[in-house]
Structure formats: structure tokens, C-alpha cells
């Protein structure tokens, strides 16, 4: 029998990196180590020190490898997927000059206001990029540190998305996938590399970028001799370009062209998001038109206010989480860092609909409705871009598949059932993006497809009783949300 070899999947969060030891045969998750980040920032900044990342990628293998038993010679490769849209500025050694603007770093709404009217409005970018600038977009980002930074943005020699910039640490090469590039508003998904003209809109050159490589399994380097000391690995393992969060986390479920398409997905977690894998190229400005990492699309709504909101929510009541109840005739829009999806980036929380009989529990219920059918919302315009017709009852029927933190949680989980009216499925494993990205490690290490490799290991695999039959769908409460949401996004939420 031949000896075990297994791959690292490394998951850089906005709050913390976690690193997936994975048997690269059975896709068997060994063990995940992890370690934590720092976010600052007050009002609408969110900034973090890259190096912080690197630390933390460090002690997360170390740790995996500790708890997994396996000798750090079995190790054949590695992949890092990252926290999508953050803005890495690098001077001429490398090394970071300023702390990173995060996605949701909302201080550059006024640049994503500014960048859609000047290339002529919404249609103009999503036909280019299949995405319009708003304030987590890191064209957007680039921008403000032009108008608010300018002695940092002048020095600046590479520019790197999270996962770029550690994948250079892994490597020493500059490297990232069309799925996380996608994510930038300069590259096209449209001609599939960056794009001249947006790079001259935004005073930015493509030298400053790294290379875009064929998929996020591809190979780009080999593990480096100083790296490897960093991590205590071999040198010269495979080192894959990697993806963004999402991407990763629909290759770890077996989206893909070797795999599922078009079955929506759900990821209740600090966002809300709500994509899937489709072989169409999605034209809508009401999503992120994205790139998967596999060749395929992958259309995808994102809302800034999930779960750290509606946490928020029952810390301010004095409630535990699941203590909760349907809201009742409150209506509460828990937008505590402005919103992406609707863009209102200026927004705070709106609460409407109290009366004398108003209990805590139904606040908090409501606050769960809120973020729940923000996202929801969003589904409808994301089946239309694959293609779909969402009244289709094949279409409506397809189970969703829900992830993230707030799949563990009883109360998100019986929400988005009462909303959605569809059946969920909670795949076993709460580790998709690190399990994702080892798939990428294993095709890297010369596995093959990623898609492909997920699906056999069968990392998207549903859980013992997470099935859960369709409710009947609460549409009072979802028209209450929806017109309180539509009436108050001008006057009141700031839209």
C-alpha cells in the first residue's frame, strides 16, 4: 500500500485562517488548525494587517499538523482561498505599506457612485466585468486610497487581493485565479483577462498585478525554501493559485462543471451570500457576476449584515441567540454596517411596526427576518442569471443548500425555512472553503479536475437528518419586510 499523502486547505476568513489537513485519496479531513486575525475600524472602515494573515496562516498548519498526527513529509501540496475584494498594497520588496481595506470596508461608496457613472452606468460594467462597482469592490477601494492616501497609493509598486498575497508568501509568485480576480471590477469576465481601458480609468497599471492563471487548481510555484521553514513543510511541495472564499467554498460543495449547476446555495456567516455555479455567464447589475475557479460562472448575491448583525441585535436585547420569536408586526433591518444588497451603503438599522404587545424575542425574530430575506430576495434574480425561471416549479423545488456559521443555528435555519419554502439540505461539514481549497491543493498536486476531486471525496455530503422538508412559506411576513424595505430604502436608508 502506498504511503498516505495528504494536501492543505488553508480558509483566510475576515476573522480568522483555518488550515485543513486532508487525506489527498479519501479527501478524510484529518484535522484544522486555526488561528485568529484582528480587525480595526470605527464607523465604516475595516482594515487589517496582512502580516497578521501570514502569522496566522503559520500558526494554523502548524497546529493541523500537530493534531492530525501525520509527518509533514506526507504533505504534497497547498492552497490558500481568501476573504474576497480586501485591497493589499505592497511596496517594491514586497511587503505590505499599509494595513488592508476589507470588503466590508463601506468608505468608498462615493468612488463606487463615482466609477459606474463614469464608464456610463450600471449596464456598461456588468457587461464588462459582469459586476458594478459598490463600496466592497476593490476597483472602489483603489480609489479611495488615491483620494485619501496618496503618498501610500503613489508608492505603491503590486497590488494583491488576501489570498494573492499569501499565496506570494507560499510561492514567490505573483499569482491569483479568475474567480477571486473577478471580484476586482478590472478584469473582464466577459474576455476572460484584466481590462485595458478599466485599468486607465482607475490610473492603475498591469504590471502592478499578479499573473492570472487558468483555474484555482492550477499549479504556480512550489512551496519556497523560506516559506517552508515558516511552516515547517518541505520545500518545493505544489502550491495551487487558490480562489476567493466563495469560489472555494462551491468547489468544497461540488458546484462546477464537473459537478453541480445551478442549485443555489446559501452562506449564512459575518455576510450573507447566495450563488451557484452555472455554465452562463451572468449579465444581471442587480448581482457579482463572478468567475468560479473551475471555468464556470458564478453568479452571486452579497449582503453585509448576517449573522455578527443579528447577534448584535440579541446582545443589545439581553437574549441568547435562539431565543427568539416570529416577528409579529415588527419590522427590523439590521443594516448596522450599511448594505451592499440593496446598495445602500450610507444605511443603519430601521426598526418599524412596534406596538404595546411587542416582546424582546419577536425583535430578535424580526432582526432574523431581516437579514434572512435580504438575502432571499436576491435568489430569484440569481436563478433568473442562470438561466432559470424562478416560478418553474422544478426550478422552485430544488433543495437549498445551506452553509456557514449560521447553519448550525436553529433559529437561522427555521427562518430561512419559513421564508424560502424550500427544502434545505446542511451539508455534514462546516469547513467547505478549507476543504475547497485542499481540492484545489490535491488537482495542484496533479489530482486533476477540483470539481471533480470534491465531488468524489464527497465533502458536500449532506449530514445524518439534515434534509429538511420545504414549509409552507410565510409570504405575510415576507411582504411585510419587502414593503418596508422598498418604501424606506429612498427617504430613510438612504438608497
Same mark, same amino acid.
Given at each position: 500500500?502506498?504511503?498516505?499523502?495528504?494536501?492543505?486547505?488553508?480558509?483566510?476568513?475576515?476573522?480568522?485562517?483555518?488550515?485543513?489537513?486532508?487525506?489527498?485519496?479519501?479527501?478524510?479531513?484529518?484535522?484544522?488548525?486555526?488561528?485568529?486575525?484582528?480587525?480595526?475600524?470605527?464607523?465604516?472602515?475595516?482594515?487589517?494587517? %496582512?502580516?497578521?494573515?501570514?502569522?496566522?496562516?503559520?500558526?494554523?498548519?502548524?497546529?493541523?499538523?500537530?493534531?492530525?498526527?501525520?509527518?509533514?513529509?506526507?504533505?504534497?501540496?497547498?492552497?490558500?482561498?481568501?476573504?474576497?475584494?480586501?485591497?493589499?498594497?505592497?511596496?517594491?520588496?514586497?511587503?505590505?505599506?499599509?494595513?488592508?481595506?476589507?470588503?466590508?470596508?463601506?468608505?468608498?461608496?462615493?468612488?463606487?457612485?463615482?466609477?459606474?457613472?463614469?464608464?456610463?452606468?450600471?449596464?456598461?460594467?456588468?457587461?464588462?466585468?459582469?459586476?458594478?462597482?459598490? &463600496?466592497?469592490?476593490?476597483?472602489?477601494?483603489?480609489?479611495?486610497?488615491?483620494?485619501?492616501?496618496?503618498?501610500?497609493?503613489?508608492?505603491?509598486?503590486?497590488?494583491?487581493?488576501?489570498?494573492?498575497?499569501?499565496? $506570494?508568501?507560499?510561492?514567490?509568485?505573483?499569482?491569483?485565479?479568475?474567480?477571486?480576480?473577478?471580484?476586482?471590477?478590472?478584469?473582464?469576465?466577459?474576455?476572460?483577462?484584466?481590462?485595458?481601458?478599466?485599468?486607465?480609468?482607475?490610473?492603475?497599471? &498591469?504590471?502592478?498585478? %499578479?499573473?492570472?492563471?487558468?483555474?484555482?487548481?492550477?499549479?504556480?510555484?512550489?512551496?519556497?525554501?523560506?516559506?517552508?521553514?515558516?511552516?515547517?513543510?518541505?520545500?518545493?511541495?505544489?502550491?495551487?493559485?487558490?480562489?476567493?472564499?466563495?469560489?472555494?467554498? &462551491?468547489?468544497?460543495?461540488?458546484?462546477?462543471?464537473?459537478?453541480?449547476?445551478?442549485?443555489?446555495?446559501?452562506?449564512?456567516?459575518?455576510?450573507?451570500?447566495?450563488?451557484?455555479?452555472?455554465?452562463?455567464?451572468?449579465?444581471?447589475?442587480?448581482?457579482?457576476?463572478?468567475?468560479?475557479?473551475?471555468?464556470?460562472?458564478?453568479?452571486?448575491?452579497?449582503?453585509?449584515?448576517?449573522?455578527?448583525?443579528?447577534?448584535?441585535?440579541?446582545?443589545?436585547?439581553?437574549?441568547?441567540?435562539?431565543?427568539?420569536?416570529?416577528?409579529?408586526?415588527?419590522?427590523?433591518?439590521?443594516?448596522?454596517?450599511? $448594505?451592499?444588497?440593496?446598495?445602500?451603503?450610507?444605511?443603519?438599522?430601521?426598526?418599524?411596526?412596534?406596538?404595546?404587545? +411587542?416582546?424582546?424575542?419577536?425583535?430578535?425574530?424580526?432582526?432574523?427576518?431581516?437579514?434572512?430575506?435580504?438575502?432571499?430576495?436576491?435568489?430569484?434574480?440569481?436563478?433568473?442569471?442562470?438561466?432559470?425561471?424562478?416560478?418553474?416549479?422544478?426550478?422552485?423545488?430544488?433543495?437549498?443548500?445551506?452553509?456557514?456559521?449560521?447553519?448550525?443555528?436553529? +433559529?437561522?435555519? $427555521?427562518?430561512?425555512?419559513?421564508?424560502?419554502?424550500?427544502?434545505?439540505?446542511?451539508?455534514?461539514?462546516? $469547513?467547505?472553503?478549507?476543504?475547497?481549497?485542499?481540492?484545489?491543493?490535491?488537482?495542484?498536486?496533479?489530482?486533476?479536475?477540483?470539481?471533480?476531486?470534491?465531488?468524489?471525496?464527497?465533502?458536500?455530503?449532506?449530514?445524518?437528518?439534515?434534509?429538511?422538508?420545504?414549509?409552507?412559506?410565510? +409570504?405575510?411576513?415576507?411582504?411585510?419586510?419587502?414593503?418596508?424595505?422598498?418604501?424606506?430604502?429612498?427617504?430613510?436608508?438612504?438608497?
Amino acid at each position: 500500500m502506498p504511503p498516505r499523502t495528504v494536501v492543505i486547505g488553508v480558509d483566510s476568513s475576515t476573522q480568522s485562517t483555518k488550515a485543513a489537513v486532508t487525506d489527498t485519496g479519501t479527501g478524510e479531513l484529518l484535522a484544522v488548525g486555526r488561528a485568529p486575525h484582528v480587525v480595526t475600524g470605527e464607523g465604516g472602515a475595516r482594515e487589517s494587517d %496582512p502580516e497578521v494573515w501570514w502569522r496566522a496562516l503559520c500558526d494554523a498548519v502548524a497546529a493541523g499538523l500537530k493534531e492530525s498526527g501525520v509527518s509533514p513529509s506526507s504533505v504534497v501540496g497547498i492552497a490558500v482561498a481568501g476573504q474576497q475584494h480586501g485591497l493589499v498594497v505592497l511596496d517594491r520588496s514586497g511587503r505590505p505599506l499599509r494595513p488592508a481595506l476589507l470588503w466590508n470596508d463601506t468608505r468608498s461608496a462615493p468612488q463606487a457612485t463615482a466609477l459606474v457613472a463614469e464608464l456610463g452606468g450600471p449596464d456598461a460594467w456588468t457587461a464588462r466585468t459582469g459586476t458594478v462597482p459598490v &463600496a466592497s469592490m476593490t476597483a472602489t477601494k483603489w480609489r479611495w486610497l488615491r483620494e485619501n492616501d496618496p503618498a501610500n497609493a503613489d508608492a505603491t509598486a503590486g497590488i494583491r487581493l488576501p489570498h494573492d498575497f499569501l499565496t $506570494e508568501r507560499l510561492s514567490g509568485t505573483a499569482a491569483t485565479d479568475p474567480g477571486d480576480a473577478s471580484g476586482t471590477c478590472w478584469y473582464s469576465t466577459a474576455s476572460g483577462a484584466y481590462d485595458p481601458e478599466l485599468l486607465e480609468l482607475l490610473g492603475l497599471d &498591469a504590471s502592478m498585478l %499578479p499573473e492570472v492563471a487558468d483555474g484555482g487548481g492550477t499549479r504556480i510555484g512550489s512551496l519556497t525554501a523560506s516559506a517552508a521553514e515558516a511552516l515547517g513543510l518541505p520545500a518545493g511541495i505544489a502550491v495551487a493559485a487558490g480562489t476567493g472564499d466563495n469560489m472555494s467554498a &462551491a468547489v468544497g460543495l461540488g458546484l462546477g462543471g464537473a459537478g453541480l449547476l445551478d442549485h443555489p446555495v446559501l452562506s449564512l456567516g459575518t455576510s450573507g451570500t447566495v450563488f451557484a455555479a452555472s455554465r452562463t455567464r451572468p449579465a444581471s447589475p442587480a448581482l457579482s457576476g463572478f468567475a468560479a475557479a473551475d471555468g464556470t460562472y458564478l453568479p452571486l448575491a452579497c449582503t453585509l449584515n448576517c449573522t455578527l448583525a443579528v447577534d448584535k441585535v440579541a446582545t443589545l436585547l439581553g437574549l441568547h441567540r435562539d431565543d427568539a420569536a416570529p416577528g409579529g408586526e415588527a419590522v427590523l433591518l439590521p443594516y448596522l454596517d450599511g $448594505e451592499r444588497t440593496p446598495d445602500l451603503p450610507t444605511s443603519s438599522g430601521l426598526l418599524t411596526g412596534l406596538r404595546h404587545d +411587542t416582546t424582546p424575542q419577536q425583535l430578535l425574530g424580526a432582526a432574523y427576518e431581516g437579514a434572512a430575506f435580504t438575502v432571499l430576495r436576491a435568489m430569484d434574480e440569481l436563478l433568473r442569471a442562470c438561466g432559470l425561471d424562478p416560478a418553474d416549479p422544478e426550478v422552485a423545488g430544488r433543495p437549498l443548500r445551506l452553509i456557514g456559521g449560521g447553519a448550525q443555528g436553529r +433559529t437561522w435555519v $427555521e427562518t430561512v425555512r419559513r421564508l424560502s419554502g424550500r427544502p434545505l439540505i446542511v451539508p455534514g461539514s462546516g $469547513e467547505l472553503v478549507a476543504l475547497g481549497a485542499a481540492a484545489l491543493a490535491a488537482s495542484a498536486a496533479g489530482g486533476g479536475d477540483p470539481v471533480a476531486i470534491a465531488t468524489r471525496w464527497n465533502t458536500g455530503a449532506d449530514s445524518i437528518d439534515a434534509e429538511l422538508p420545504p414549509l409552507e412559506r410565510d +409570504t405575510e411576513t415576507w411582504e411585510r419586510v419587502g414593503s418596508v424595505l422598498d418604501r424606506a430604502a429612498g427617504p430613510l436608508l438612504g438608497g
